[in-house]
T-cell receptor
Framework: DAGVIQSPRHEVTEMGQEVTLRCKPI?????LFWYRQTMMRGLELLIY????????DSGMPEDRFSAKMPNASFSTLKIQPSEPRDSAVYFC???????????????FGSGTQLSVL | QQQVKQSPQSLIVQKGGISIINCAYE??????FPWYQQFPGKGPALLIA?????SEKQEGRFTISFNKSAKQFSLHIMDSQPGDSATYFC????????????FGTGTRLKVLA
């Protein structure tokens, strides 16, 4: 299994531009998470999908952020317009279908390093 | 706001030594305590986890100790190796049995050869 695949690995853009981050979860996993990692705030959950449906987006910073999961094998996180304070590493993670109690393992991708100038 | 407080922020250990990282939580409903390991340029990966019905769990050189009364849990790395050099995160669910985890701020471990 290739694991959780994220693209691009690095994104450098100018303030005001639209940024789209992509994620392919592990096949068979039905839960998908988007996290943001910064030195100041650590790992923050942005949004959680279960069976392609957004369940909790309370961590999305503001309306400039949106996420979709059109099918079980693909998700996007979009920032429009981007701002310098959005600079961070964005991780996608997936979890197996019906994780039994005691096995809540998240599988993280390698992340997208976003720099907004 | 619920928190998971992790210490120390950074740690330097000689090869063969014991690395100890501590976490303290607030919410008594927390019922699953994983530790994640992150290497530079990679995403976090589950290292070991414990439920509060046991006080200790060991997997190889890695041990979690859990103190329910003190609301603390710690990661011990025995016989630390340079390959263990990474950032370690503790985490806990915000409510019992939930998907929503709070992560500690991370401990950057460096094991000297």
């Amino acid at each position: 299994d290739a694991g959780v695949i994220q693209s691009p690995r690095h994104e450098v853009t100018e303030m005001g531009q639209e940024v789209t981050l992509r994620c392919k979860p592990i096949s068979g996993h039905n839960s998908l998470f988007w996290y943001r990692q910064t030195m100041m705030r650590g790992l923050e959950l942005l949004i959680y999908f279960n069976n392609n449906v957004p369940i909790d987006d309370s961590g999305m910073p503001e309306d400039r952020f949106s996420a979709k999961m059109p099918n079980a094998s693909f998700s996007t996180l979009k920032i429009q317009p981007s701002e310098p304070r959005d600079s961070a590493v964005y991780f996608c993670a997936s979890r197996a279908r019906d994780s039994p109690l005691g096995n809540e393992k998240l599988f993280f991708g390698s992340g997208t390093q976003l720099s907004v100038l | 706001q619920q928190q998971v407080k992790q210490s120390p922020q950074s740690l330097i250990v000689q090869k063969g030594g014991i690395s100890i990282i501590n976490c303290a939580y607030e919410n008594t409903a927390f019922d699953y305590f994983p530790w994640y390991q992150q290497f530079p340029g990679k995403g976090p990966a589950l290292l070991i986890a414990i439920r509060p019905d046991v006080s200790e769990k060991q997997e190889g050189r890695f041990t979690i100790s859990f103190n329910k009364s003190a609301k603390q849990f710690s990661l011990h790395i025995m016989d630390s190796q340079p390959g263990d050099s990474a950032t370690y995160f503790c985490a806990a669910p915000t409510t019992s049995g939930t998907y929503k985890y709070i992560f500690g701020t991370g401990t950057r471990l460096k094991v000297l050869a």
